[in-house]
């Protein structure tokens, strides 16, 4: 007797189920997937926070001209400053670095020092340079970021020369305080998270970066 093979395929209404069965699941694990990722981004970033801390702190006893602008910077404030930093209400911000809108892995990080009317035996421009010499093979792009809200490294100091890492956006020249709280001087009102040598419990709460402010 002649056996007949069926070659009948999936109906269209079969292939339907499955792709439907495949979307729920996709959905299901998605947000775990998601916060994962985040999670490790911002782990990745805290690593890095550390060790453009650690080296900038052990640059502070060793070179002269660091030690130079940190002393002078967290003893002098600029001018309009409303803030009073001798009160330990506010870190004083000594630079940043900011990621380039657009491809970020096409460019390099820039730093820049903040405008604390330097005496003519400090250059920016060398400061900028130099600060940069002691954390470049730290400073690449954030990895837990969003431009415009989180996508610059800060680096501050207390009145103690104690140096401290955070991550926020909305720095320039002009730009001389980040406060106790994390807020941004001068009305701007952007919070910055600190993520060096602590770490922000507000940081660490942010499921993704859509939800800093």
Avoid at 55 to 77: G, H, M, P, R, V
Wanted: some cysteine; hydrophobic content about 40%; glycine content about 6%.
């Amino acid at each position: 007797m002649k056996i007949r093979k069926c070659n009948r395929g999936f109906t269209l209404v079969e292939l339907i189920i499955v792709i439907a069965i495949m979307a729920i699941l996709a959905g299901l694990m998605a947000p775990g997937l998601i916060r994962y990722i985040n999670k490790a981004r911002k782990a990745r970033d805290k690593a890095a926070a550390e060790a453009i801390g650690k080296s900038l702190q052990a640059a502070y006893t060793s070179d002269e001209e660091l030690t130079e602008f940190i002393d002078y910077a967290t003893s002098t404030y600029g001018n309009n400053m409303e803030a009073n930093p001798s009160d330990n209400k506010y870190y004083r911000v000594l630079g940043y670095a900011n990621v380039p809108t657009g491809s970020h892995a096409k460019y390099a990080m820039d730093f820049h020092v903040i405008n604390t009317a330097l005496p003519s035996d400090l250059n920016k421009a060398d400061l900028a340079v130099l600060i940069k010499s002691y954390i470049d093979t730290e400073l690449v792009p954030l990895k837990f970021e969003k431009d415009n809200v989180l996508d610059e490294w800060i680096i501050c100091a207390d009145k103690n020369q104690n140096i401290y890492i955070f991550v926020g956006a909305g720095m320039n020249d002009n730009r001389y305080f980040i406060s106790k709280d994390g807020i941004n001087d001068m009305g701007h009102g952007r919070q910055c998270y600190m993520i060096w040598p602590e770490v922000d419990p507000r940081y660490d709460a942010l499921g993704t970066p859509n939800d800093a402010r």
